[in-house]
């Protein structure tokens, strides 16, 4: 029955500009919504003002606190596409090489989940005894970025078709143009997967980073923002700062699922147009 329903939902959703306007109007409309609560309750005394600012007050404090949040801002989203591009390259050349000899795969992937699931907030600090702070937040971003990178990629060189390898075999073909002209063009897909994920992922690693090693003074970033302003009781200028980086989360997705769907919609299944 709940088959059914949930066939009848996904036919009642209207196509074309009607389906596009309303993928992007619900959404805005609900946000709406939400604000408007959040303000009432504020307005009403439901919230304390002092630790959850209203709307207003928050947008307010994006022009009138925008000295410190505009370089903050800058300096993470630095740090966040420098790492990002580190973790693309590292979990690239990391599943080539794991492709193409079990040797290496088999003495270097234990690590790799290692370094996964090792807690960016308890390495960081160990991490600063030996490197510099800028370092630090660029190693953080790679540990927490390129993991999805590798396993997609991983997976998509190895989902290659049996039969287009036995065909290259036949024209003897040799390692590298297997790579180059078939595998890498089967994995895909699965890459630009990765580097979605990937692209979030640094952001947070960024901030997460920049909370483990105090990275503060004149060129600190949002992270420290949020982590000092409750301090000063500054609560709007701390969630503006949020909300910037929502907004930045946003921005980089939306900016990866375009790259991705500019370099696969003419070919692969998951982004071709269909009628039905």
């Known amino acids: ?95 080539v090489l794991f492709s193409m000899s079990r040797l290496v795969e088999f003495t270097l992937y234990p690590y790799a989940i290692i370094l996964q699931v090792t807690p960016v907030l308890a390495i960081a600090p160990l991490l600063l005894v030996i490197l510099s702070q800028g370092t630090v937040l660029l ?23 049996h039969n287009l390898l036995n065909l290259f075999e036949l024209y003897r073909a040799s390692p590298w143009q297997k790579l180059w002209v078939l595998r890498l063009r089967s994995a895909l897909p699965y890459f630009l997967g990765g580097v979605r994920i990937a692209g979030g992922l640094s ?3 960024a901030v997460v980073a920049e909370l483990a090693t105090g990275a503060g003074g004149a060129r600190g970033g949002l992270g420290y923002v949020i982590y000092l302003a409750p301090r000063y ?13 929502s ?7 939306l900016l990866l699922s375009f790259a991705s769907h500019l370099l696969l919609h003419k070919w692969h299944e998951s982004a071709l147009k269909r009628e039905n």
């Open 1 to 95: 029955m709940s088959a059914l329903t949930n066939t009848s939902d996904l036919a009642s959703v209207p196509r074309g500009r009607a389906g596009a306007f309303l993928k992007w109007a619900l959404p805005l409309a609900f946000l709406v919504v939400v604000v408007a609560i959040w303000e009432y309750c504020v307005d009403v005394g439901l919230t304390p003002q002092k630790v959850v600012p209203a709307p207003s007050e928050i947008w307010a404090a994006f022009f009138r606190e925008w000295n410190t949040l505009g370089p903050a801002w800058l300096f993470t989203i630095e740090v966040t596409i420098e790492g990002f591009v580190l973790a693309v390259v590292g979990g690239v050349v990391l599943a």
């Open 233 to 245: 009781f500054a609560y709007p200028r701390a969630y503006a700062a949020l909300v910037l980086l």
């Open 203 to 205: 952001l947070i690693g």
């Open 139 to 161: 190693v953080c971003v790679w540990l927490v970025a390129f993991f999805p990178v590798l396993a997609n990629t991983l997976i998509g060189l190895r989902s290659t078709d």
């Open 247 to 253: 907004l930045s989360g946003i921005v980089i997705f």
